[in-house]
């Protein structure tokens, strides 16, 4: 079974710039995870998707970012005009198929790494 | 709220000792506790998970056990192997009573494991 898959790997940018980040969540999971985790700490969850429908975005830091998942399948996480505090690692996760009792379990994808100058 | 809390950012250990990484956590409902591990610019990978039944949870030599009454899940190996070092992430899944998921990391702790 393919894992969850992110692209680019690796962006470089300039304060002020626009990025988006890319994920392709495992076949058949409906939910869907994007993790902002700095240097030096851990995942902190940013916004989720169950199908195409936000879950929860309360912890999208500002109007700056936003994230969509139109089909259900993949999602885009953008963020506007970054700024340097911005410089981390953005990590997409899925969950299996909620009810079916492994949907707390999420699998991560190798994440985005992002430097902002 | 809820949050989980791991005490030890850096554990150190000479190969072939005993593993034994903090987790506590405060939670409002009745959670999921996890372990994930994240080896050098790779993913978390789930290595534990805990379950509803007391049941002790154990992978690649690795258990947890949920302890309620202290609010603990602390990963233990008996013996440390040099492939064992790592990040190690204590995380929380709880649901609310809407039915809403709230998922919490704690810190980490980076095991370093030396011959």
């Known amino acids: 079974e393919a894992g969850v898959t992110q692209s680019p790997r690796y962006a470089v940018l300039q304060e002020g710039q626009a990025v988006s980040f890319w994920c392709d969540p495992i076949s058949g999971h409906d939910t869907l995870y994007w993790y902002q985790q700095p240097r030096d700490q851990g995942p902190q969850l940013l916004v989720y998707?169950?199908?195409?429908?936000?879950i929860d975005n309360s912890q999208l830091p500002s109007d700056r970012f936003s994230a969509v998942r139109p089909k259900g399948t993949n999602s885009t996480l953008k963020i506007q005009s970054a700024k340097q505090g911005d410089t981390a690692t953005y990590l997409c996760?899925?969950?299996?198929?909620w009810g079916g009792g492994n949907q707390d379990t999420q699998y991560f994808g190798p994440g985005t790494r992002l430097l902002v100058l | 709220g809820d949050s989980v809390t791991q005490t030890e950012g850096l554990v150190t250990l000479t190969e072939g000792l005993p593993v034994m990484l903090n987790c506590t956590y405060q939670?409002?409902?009745?959670?999921?506790l996890f372990w994930y591990v994240q080896h050098l610019n790779e993913a978390p990978k789930l290595l534990l998970k805990?379950?509803?039944?007391?049941k002790r949870p154990e992978h690649q030599g690795f258990h947890a056990t949920l302890h309620k009454s202290s609010s603990s899940f602390h990963l233990q190996k008996s013996s440390a192997q040099l492939s064992d070092s790592a990040l190690y992430y204590c995380?929380?899944?709880?649901?609310?009573?809407?039915?809403?998921?709230?998922?919490?990391f704690g810190k980490g702790t980076s095991l370093t494991v030396i011959p």
């Open positions: 805990s379950f509803t039944d007391n």
């Open positions: 996760a899925s969950s299996p198929f």
């Open positions: 939670s409002t409902y009745s959670p999921f």
């Open positions: 998707f169950r199908d195409e429908a936000v």
């Open positions: 995380a929380l899944s709880d649901r609310s009573n809407t039915g809403y998921q709230n998922f919490y």
